[in-house]
Nanobody
Framework: QVQLVESGGGLSEAGGSLRLSCAAS????????MAWYRQCPGKQRELVAL???????TYGLSVKGRFAISRDNAKNTMHLQMDSLSPEDTAVYYC????????????????WGQGTQVTVSS
């Protein structure tokens, strides 16, 4: 019923920038918190940044000051501006959203995108 599609991943050199986007579509009534997670091979998925429904933002310690999350509630989209990239940022990045659908409202359904690869070379 709900699809999250990420875009914008790719290859960057250390010190470079990339911008990720996530677009939500389907039978959406409204979206609660939205977030970016990442996962490196052999490691647990970790929170990168969260944009709460009330406007608060939260960042993982390793990206604070370098990454910026934003969302457009009218378009059901979310972005992650990643600056000063380092090889340690190499991972698959996943979009996550808590969505109220026509069938689940007012309850929230947790949804994930398929992931987009970000690779940073040294």
């Amino acid at each position: 019923q709900v699809q999250l599609v990420e875009s914008g991943g790719g290859l960057s050199e250390a010190g470079g920038s990339l911008r990720l986007s996530c677009a939500a579509s389907g039978s959406i009534v409204s979206i609660g918190d939205m977030a970016w997670y990442r996962q490196c091979p052999g490691k647990q998925r970790e929170l990168v940044a969260l944009a709460a429904e009330d406007g608060r933002t939260t960042y993982g310690l390793s990206v604070k000051g370098r990454f910026a999350i934003s969302r457009d509630n009218a378009k059901n989209t979310m972005h992650l501006q990643m600056d000063s990239l380092s090889p340690e940022d190499t991972a698959v990045y996943y979009c996550n959203a808590e969505v109220r659908t026509r069938s689940s409202w007012p309850a929230l359904t947790n949804c994930w995108g398929q992931g987009t690869q970000v690779t940073v070379s040294s």
